[in-house]
């Protein structure tokens, strides 16, 4: 800007890029529908792949649009919003970020042609705020009651599933994670993130996909001369099973430091083995005398342990992970001790049944009829065609939560966006001022879910979008398309195609917060990234230990949630 002599004030350094105004928001928009426009193909039950190729080479190719957002990298801090939002909703609901992504692209793409007619994008923001919480509220009374049998929470995983593997896998799959959330819920509540294992076990196929009462890890027995299979196993967890020191210092065999012991016949050296290993077996008797049969210790067993533990008949395994350490621990009760000759009753862990299965070089240990009933474990394949199967089950399973948690649940098929957009249209003109412009075009934007899932499976999206909107202003709510058969459109809940309202909800949200956020932003400030000095040069200045370079352009912190 000029100053009272008519010369320019520098504010900015040279190394800042900026940009303003309608460039700025050019830029932003673009950016954000990009991300949208990446994942749309993945949405519907006919969709296509995406192949992504990271820098070592290494290829996943997936359908699922949580899978490639997680995995893509973006430069623009637009793009990088439109992520961490689409994250966010993955953690809270577990569904629907393909969903929110698309829509949220689709209300920019509005936003930009309603900038083009000279409306002020304040005036955007309160009226897509407006349709929101509008939406929301519709939602809450379009939303039946899901039933109280196996059968409803299956159609509702299948949904969730609908666009991954075959439709024998899907069967399947929803079958066990409902046995999942059925044996782990408490009161109402489930918390599949913390009581439902899943182990991704490259020997099992996909039908092989089992439910565990109990826990599964990747582990083997220390010693084939070990019981393969143990009931009623009391189990210790430990970090080292060794003595501290096992030297040939006098010192450690309690001989004195100064005395010298001298060895001069087979009965000598005996006994100074003998004293020697004494240490090591007071520990394997300290657990012998507990009970002890199933040993898992983190820090590795040596053979003379190995050997101890399989003459006695005792099941030892190395445990690996940490997280290995806590589902063990959380499901049979034991907790982690320091050293083995610390352990009491209090530590040990309890279960019905301990066995090794499975092909060499492919065991998986199970722990069933643990002690605390409240934890099972899903085996299955890591990878079976182009679909990642461990994260299909997530997603099954944060469904299911969020439908027995909140029991709301619509159609689908786009059945729910259709109603929703015709009812924010009777609820526009109700607007005063240029947001009703805004709430009309929200309604366009909802629209692009079945429009997309139309265009996915192949077929005519404005022919069927035509029909859907005279089916819903005909009152048939629950029409939507079937893509699986002829594309026609009937009452989608006949064919079990229903969603959690809270994961529709939630869509809406993180799609206009994303879209209000951006349009907001009229200046963009970036400032260069500058790498620290190598080792072997100095930084300018002779910098100390607690001055350094900073790079100016962290990431952007999650955008806060709107409540509506």
């Known amino acids: 800007m000029a100053g009272n002599l008519g010369q320019p004030i520098v504010i900015l350094s040279d190394d800042v890029e900026r940009s303003s105004g309608s460039d700025a928001l050019d830029r932003n928009i673009a950016a954000a529908k990009a991300v949208g426009e990446t994942v749309r193909s993945t949405l519907g039950p006919i969709s296509l792949d995406k192949m992504i190729v990271d820098s070592r080479g290494d290829v996943v190719v997936t359908n699922d649009g949580s899978t490639v957002l997680q995995t893509v990298e973006v430069e623009s801090p637009a793009a990088r919003m439109m992520v961490e939002v689409a994250q966010t909703m993955e953690v809270a609901v577990g569904d629907g970020t393909t969903s929110a992504a698309v829509f949220a692209g689709e209300l920019l793409s509005c936003a930009r042609d309603l900038l083009d007619q000279g409306i002020h994008s304040a005036n955007i923001v309160k009226g897509y705020h407006l349709a929101a919480r509008k939406a929301v509220d519709l939602l809450e009374s379009l939303s039946e009651p899901i039933g109280s049998?196996?059968?409803?929470?299956?159609?509702?995983?299948?949904?969730?599933?609908?666009?991954?593997?075959?439709?024998?896998?899907?069967?399947?799959?929803?079958?066990?994670?409902?046995?999942?959330?059925?044996?782990?819920?408490?009161?109402?509540?489930?918390?599949?993130?913390?009581?439902?294992?899943?182990?991704?076990?490259?020997?099992?196929?996909?039908?092989?996909?089992?439910?565990?009462?109990?826990?599964?890890?990747?582990?083997?027995?220390?010693?084939?001369?070990?019981?393969?299979?143990?009931?009623?196993?009391?189990?210790?967890?430990?970090?080292?099973?060794?003595?501290?020191?096992?030297?040939?210092?006098?010192?450690?065999?309690?001989?004195?430091?100064?005395?010298?012991?001298?060895?001069?016949?087979?009965?000598?050296?005996?006994?100074?083995?003998?004293?020697?290993?004494?240490?090591?077996?007071?520990i394997i008797d300290r657990v012998s005398e507990l009970g002890v049969n199933v040993v898992l210790c983190k820090k590795g067993l040596t053979e003379e342990v190995v050997y101890e533990f399989a003459k006695r008949g005792v099941f030892a395994v190395k445990i690996a992970s940490e997280e290995e350490v806590k589902v063990v621990g959380r499901a049979t009760g034991a907790r982690l001790i320091p050293h083995a000759e610390r352990l009491t009753e209090d530590d040990l862990g309890h279960a019905g049944l301990v066995e090794e299965r499975g092909e060499k070089d492919k065991e998986i240990v199970y722990f069933e009829q643990c002690k605390n009933p409240n934890t099972v474990s899903i085996v299955t394949t890591g990878r079976a065609d182009t679909s990642n199967m461990g994260d299909t089950i997530v997603g099954a399973l944060h469904v299911l939560?969020?439908?027995?948690?909140?029991?709301?649940?619509?159609?689908?098929?786009?059945?729910?966006?259709?109603?929703?957009?015709?009812?924010?249209?009777?609820?526009?003109?109700?607007?005063?001022?240029?947001?009703?412009?805004?709430?009309?075009?929200?309604?366009?934007?909802?629209?692009?879910?079945?429009?997309?899932?139309?265009?996915?499976?192949?077929?005519?999206?404005?022919?069927?979008?035509i029909t859907l909107r005279a089916e819903h202003k005909a009152g048939h709510s629950k029409a939507g398309i079937d893509v699986t058969g002829d594309g026609?459109?009937?009452?989608?809940?006949?064919?079990?195609?229903?969603?959690?309202?809270?994961?529709?909800?939630?869509?809406?949200?993180?799609?206009?917060?994303?879209?209000?956020?951006?349009?907001?932003?009229?200046?963009?400030?970036?400032?260069?990234?500058?790498?620290?000095?190598?080792?072997?040069?100095?930084?300018?200045?002779?910098?100390?230990?607690?001055?350094?370079?900073?790079?100016?352009?962290?990431?952007?912190?999650?955008?806060?949630?709107?409540?509506?």
């Open 149 to 282: 049998g196996d059968d409803d929470l299956r159609k509702v995983a299948l949904t969730g599933m609908n666009s991954k593997g075959s439709a024998t896998v899907r069967e399947l799959l929803a079958d066990v994670c409902v046995k999942a959330v059925r044996r782990v819920e408490k009161d109402g509540v489930v918390d599949v993130d913390t009581d439902v294992h899943i182990l991704n076990a490259d020997g099992v196929s996909v039908e092989d996909t089992h439910l565990v009462d109990g826990v599964a890890i990747f582990s083997k027995r220390a010693d084939e001369d070990m019981p393969r299979r143990l009931e009623d196993a009391r189990i210790a967890l430990v970090d080292d099973v060794e003595p501290k020191e096992l030297g040939t210092k006098m010192g450690t065999l309690n001989i004195g430091p100064k005395l010298k012991f001298e060895i001069n016949s087979s009965e000598k050296l005996q006994e100074f083995s003998d004293a020697k290993k004494k240490p090591l077996f007071d």
């Open 488 to 564: 026609v459109v009937e009452n989608i809940t006949d064919h079990g195609v229903i969603d959690p309202v809270k994961v529709k909800k939630q869509s809406i949200k993180s799609g206009v917060e994303t879209a209000n956020m951006l349009l907001r932003i009229d200046d963009v400030i970036a400032s260069k990234i500058v790498a620290p000095p190598s080792e072997d040069v100095k930084a300018p200045g002779d910098l100390g230990p607690d001055e350094g370079y900073y790079n100016t352009c962290s990431p952007p912190k999650p955008p806060r949630r709107l409540d509506y």
């Open 401 to 465: 939560k969020d439908v027995m948690e909140d029991d709301g649940v619509v159609p689908g098929g786009g059945a729910i966006e259709v109603e929703l957009a015709g009812k924010i249209r009777e609820y526009a003109p109700s607007i005063s001022g240029r947001e009703h412009l805004a709430v009309q075009v929200f309604a366009d934007a909802l629209e692009s879910i079945p429009r997309a899932i139309a265009q996915n499976a192949g077929l005519d999206e404005l022919d069927l979008l």
